[in-house]
């Protein structure tokens, strides 16, 4: 009786916004001192069957919105099934504890940044500095930049990052990452200059929007105060610092997605560059060593030259053309990034620019652009690039009209040979087809076959994939307050089995039909089977969940694991998959494949 008591008292302090007490639990963990208070949740040191762990208990009036709590329930399921990394906080459970919503992730250990540059802010009249350094801010960029390369967050700011005593980064809540996007925009709490503006107007979280709020995150830890327009330029308040960095934080944090740096680990490479290796730093502040041209040095230098060739009436343009070229090959400073479309590759010297031009890789249109300053340009214009970019074209339309008019030729001295030889097989050819036909018809019975012959850049490939079924059902464990996962919850306790070995019934929660569901992963056929083409596999399990309020596939298991090269590739395809979507719950399947 003195639990039940214990745990309605908890209840209340949560919903009236106190602290839980030391030593309540929350599933198989118990509470212990109170770490920080974040947007969203409140953080706790907590004991879990593993030992010490991390617990967020989400606000109750963050958790009473079934929206936003839907929302972090898909998020904290997302989060769990990613393999671990050194700068990604690991998510290992969650729960519903009566009305307590809660996260649980491996031990979090050290301090929040936002706490950092609090403490850097009260210091900063004796300091004269209210940021990190740049050292100290490079450091922290690149690695938040290498945590959400693969992954999306959305939502990060200050509050998201723990350095630890060591100085190692880590993003802590990427779990509470989409739960406070949908806070913000049903006006729960405020959203921050960190947030990318297309995200408040709806939009998903992606890789443009974490470079806008890994870029504010730049400009707040070297000047020590939030993002805004109209704001100091990090160079004018930051000692040692040039125009570079103001150039990088303008781009990244650009209103247009389409105008930011593609990926966040693209802007966390070249930040590393400009204050890592000092190529942003005033020389009177940090020796480096020379650099290469700049792209535009090196346009107005060329320009220069050939502009006086031609008035002088000689006839060295070409050669001013040469020796720009034989620079720009002896140049192995990699500091050009190469824009296509929407995405940036790179980066390369002028040299593998150069080459990449000559098998067609580069053409017009594609942007290259200077890390160090941010000067960009396209190819086509380029004075040194562009005339590169014209030949190359040229010399390969003319390799393929070559090759076509040889394969004309082929193709005209084989169709005499080849007349006579139609007519004699014309026989056989009929008598095969009767063959085939009648063992057709033979054939209907048995599993349906998906043919991935086109699927696989032109492999000769044959998939068999199997109607799904639902795994077995097992009892119940949570008492008779249990319901969907992603549906109206009632008090109890619930586990939210993140490590997804749950594949109990759903409770009366929606599920798409297995008809539907075969409907959607059998077009993957092709790519399915190549996985297991491409790992020597010749057959596979494969269990999955799918998350009813997104359609997407939120958990994948191959031959029972969640581990090794066919689950990586595997995991990959049927995540890339879009199933219609339900209201609530999620639906389970399980089918075979083999090629």
């Known amino acids: 009786m003195a639990g039940t008591t214990s745990g309605i008292h908890a209840a209340q302090a949560v919903t009236s916004g106190a602290r839980l007490a030391p030593g309540f639990a929350l599933g198989e963990y118990r509470v212990g001192q109170a ?15 593993k030992g010490p762990a991390t617990v967020y ?13 839907d929302e972090i329930i898909a998020g904290t399921r997302a989060a769990a099934a990613l393999p671990e990394h050194k700068h990604l906080v690991h998510t290992i459970a969650a729960g519903l504890t009566g009305d307590i919503l809660w996260i649980a992730t491996e031990e979090v250990d050290g301090s929040l940044v936002r706490d950092l540059l609090a403490k850097k802010r009260l210091g900063s009249q004796r300091a004269g500095n209210a940021g990190l350094g740049t050292r100290a801010t490079g450091n922290l960029v690149v690695g938040v930049a290498q945590a959400l390369a693969e992954v999306h967050h959305g939502a990060l700011a200050d509050e998201s990052i723990v350095v630890s005593r060591t100085g190692r980064v880590r993003v802590t809540d990427l779990a509470l990452g989409a739960g406070t996007i949908a806070a913000i925009r049903a006006g729960l709490v405020p959203g921050g200059s960190t947030i990318a503006p297309e995200l408040l107007q709806g939009g998903a979280p992606n890789g443009p929007a974490d470079v806008f709020s890994i870029g504010a995150l730049l400009y707040e830890c070297l000047v020590g105060a939030p993002l805004e327009r109209g704001g100091a330029r990090p160079s004018e308040v930051v000692p040692g610092v040039n125009s570079q960095i103001d150039d990088l934080v303008g781009r990244a944090c650009h209103k247009d997605p389409e105008k930011r740096f593609g990926r966040a680990d693209v802007l966390g490479e070249v930040v590393g560059e400009a204050l890592g290796k000092g190529g942003a730093m005033q020389t009177s502040h940090v020796p480096t060593l020379a650099a290469a041209p700049s792209l535009a040095d090196q346009q107005v230098s060329l320009a220069a030259e050939l502009g006086n060739a031609a008035a002088s009436g000689s006839m060295n343009a070409m050669g001013a053309v040469d020796r720009a070229l034989a620079t720009a090959l002896a140049d192995t400073t990699e500091k050009w990034l190469i824009s296509k479309g929407k995405l940036d590759y790179g980066p390369f010297s002028l040299a593998d620019v150069i080459a990449q031009i ?19 340009v396209d190819v086509g214009t380029h004075p040194l690039l562009g005339p590169m970019v014209e030949q190359a074209k040229q010399r390969l339309d003319d390799q393929r009209r070559a090759q076509a008019e040889v394969a004309v030729q082929s193709s005209e001295k084989k169709k005499g040979a080849m007349l006579y030889g139609m007519i004699g097989l014309g026989v056989v050819g009929a008598a095969v087809a009767v063959y085939f036909i009648i063992q057709a018809a ?3 019975a048995g599993e349906k076959k998906i043919a991935g012959v086109d699927k696989l850049d032109g492999a000769q490939l044959q998939v068999k994939v199997t109607m799904p079924k639902a795994p077995p059902k097992r009892a119940k464990t949570g008492g008779p307050g249990r319901t969907g996962t992603g549906g109206n919850y009632t008090r109890g306790s619930e586990d939210l089995s993140l490590d997804m070995s749950d594949d109990g019934d759903d409770g009366g929660s929606s599920t798409l039909d297995m008809g539907t569901v075969y409907n959607v992963y059998s077009s993957y056929g092709g790519r399915l089977g190549g996985c297991l083409h491409s790992t020597g596999a010749g057959q596979a399990n494969i269990s999955i969940i799918i998350d009813g309020p997104s359609g997407r596939v939120t958990f994948v298991k191959v ?4 581990g090794g090269a066919t689950w990586a590739c595997i995991n990959g395809v049927m995540r890339g998959m879009k199933f219609p979507t339900l209201k609530s719950g999620r639906t389970r399947a399980e089918f075979d494949i083999g090629i």
């Open 35 to 49: 770490l920080w208070p974040l947007r969203i949740a409140d953080a706790y040191k907590a004991d879990g069957p």
């Open 57 to 69: 208990v989400i606000h109750a009036r963050i958790a009473a919105n079934p929206a936003v709590r």
């Open 358 to 376: 000559e098998k067609g890789e580069i053409v017009a249109g594609n942007i290259i652009m200077d890390k160090d300053s941010g000067a960009r």
């Open 442 to 444: 033979r054939g209907d």
């Open 559 to 562: 031959d029972g694991k969640q």
